[in-house]
């Protein structure tokens, strides 16, 4: 493969994983939504909508890689201004139109007691910080909190990271990695039960790991890609990766002692899990394959995609009278609600897409790098 600039300035593996993750986790809502599993009769990948949550692991680890990027080719860091502007112009438009849809489409009575509480914890992005909040509005804004709140942090990492380019990123992942693991224990030691220790557990110190080995990733691609010319034979590390991680889920599919053991399962595996995933992202990068049309356009889609999808499979299950999946006993029923629920949200996602969140994002005056968080 020619190392032109659109090789230069993409990553193939980047697009293959945020697009993987991307369906694993909208495997996972819909699977909960009608206890449908279109992938039960193969073998090994009947576990996937059922541990699909962990595509949001992969998704820190991406946010990670793809912050630090530009940062490790260029070794300069662009300046607080024009950092903060990039994120807030990437988040919030589509976060805030999702929020409103939100409240005015799905409004739950909780919120409705203490409205002001919910809506400003989840406009500053500290909503993942309390038990009362953690959950509400739209489930899955949880993680865009601990996103947000990593943003924040990033700059001190990234300037301290810089000044060595590969030996600051190896050691600042193993500084998070032991915050994170000592953050972890204390969590376990607290001995706090049921959706607050999925709370405490899914806090941002929790996932440092991910996110630090995203950017050890980064670091080490770049040293790679100086010294190496792609060549097939890295496809051999890419594909061990995928199939480590597709035995990670397995695995994890075998916990299921209950609520909180699979929590703990699920934060002892992030370490292992960031490993094996910048292993993938190393053995992706130095190959000349390319992923297929199908992973690009969900990675294009994956940000309004994650926002939309479960708010379009809750009003589909008012629509179709679905209140308690796991009593419905009609198949037929649960696999057209997860076909259509699957179908509108990528028109939705697409949609939203093309036509309102690129547009913004070419606005700039500067043009985005392809591996927008």
């Known amino acids: 493969m020619r190392r032109d600039e659109k090789t230069e300035n993409r990553l193939e593996v980047l697009d293959g994983l945020r697009g993987l993750a991307i369906a694993l986790v ?6 909960q939504k009608s206890w449908w599993n279109p992938l039960e009769k193969l073998p090994w990948l009947e576990c996937l909508p059922r ?24 070794g300069k860091w ?14 919030l438009p589509s976060y805030w139109l999702c929020l409103v849809a939100a409240l005015l489409l799905i409004p739950e009575k909780e919120v409705a007691a203490n409205f002001w509480l919910h809506f400003f914890s989840h406009l500053s992005f500290l909503h993942p910080l309390t038990f009362e909040t ?13 996103e947000v709140q990593f943003y924040v942090l990033f700059p001190l990492l990234a300037v301290l990271f ?28 607290g001995g706090m039960e049921g959706r607050g220790y999925t709370m405490q557990m899914n806090q941002l110190p929790g996932f440092l790991d991910l996110f630090g080995g995203g950017m050890a990733a980064a670091a080490l691609v770049v040293v790679l890609q100086k010294r190496l010319r792609p060549h097939p034979t890295w496809s051999l590390l890419l594909v061990a990766g995928l199939a480590a991680l597709l035995w990670l889920f397995r695995l994890s599919d075998s916990h299921n002692q209950g609520h909180d053991a699979v929590t703990s399962y699920q934060a002892a595996i992030r370490l292992p899990l960031a490993v094996l995933l910048l292993l993938t992202t ?9 992923c297929g049309g199908l992973l690009r356009f969900l990675a294009a ?27 419905v006993t009609d198949e037929g029923l649960r696999i057209r609600f997860t076909l259509v629920a699957g179908v509108v949200s990528l028109m939705v996602a697409a949609l939203l897409t093309y036509g309102f969140e690129l547009p913004l994002l070419r606005r700039e005056r500067r043009p985005i790098s392809s591996f927008r968080v």
């Open 134 to 146: 953690y959950g509400s509005i739209h489930g899955v804004f949880w993680s865009l909190g601990v």
């Open 26 to 31: 909208v495997l996972f809502h819909l699977w």
């Open 78 to 91: 662009p300046g607080l201004r024009r950092y903060f502007s990039r994120r807030a112009l990437k988040i």
């Open 282 to 290: 190393v053995g992706g990068a130095l190959t000349p394959l390319r």
């Open 51 to 74: 541990r699909g949550y962990l595509g949001v692991e992969i998704f820190f680890f991406l946010s990670g890689f793809c912050l630090y990027w530009p940062l490790a080719r260029s």
């Open 301 to 327: 889609i994956s940000y309004n995609l994650y926002l939309w999808h479960t708010l379009v499979a809750t009003l589909l299950q008012k629509v179709m009278g679905i209140t308690e999946p796991w009593k």
């Open 162 to 189: 810089i000044r060595r380019p590969l030996i600051g990123p190896l050691l600042g992942w193993l500084l998070l990695a032991l915050i994170a693991f000592f953050y972890r224990r204390w969590v376990v030691l």
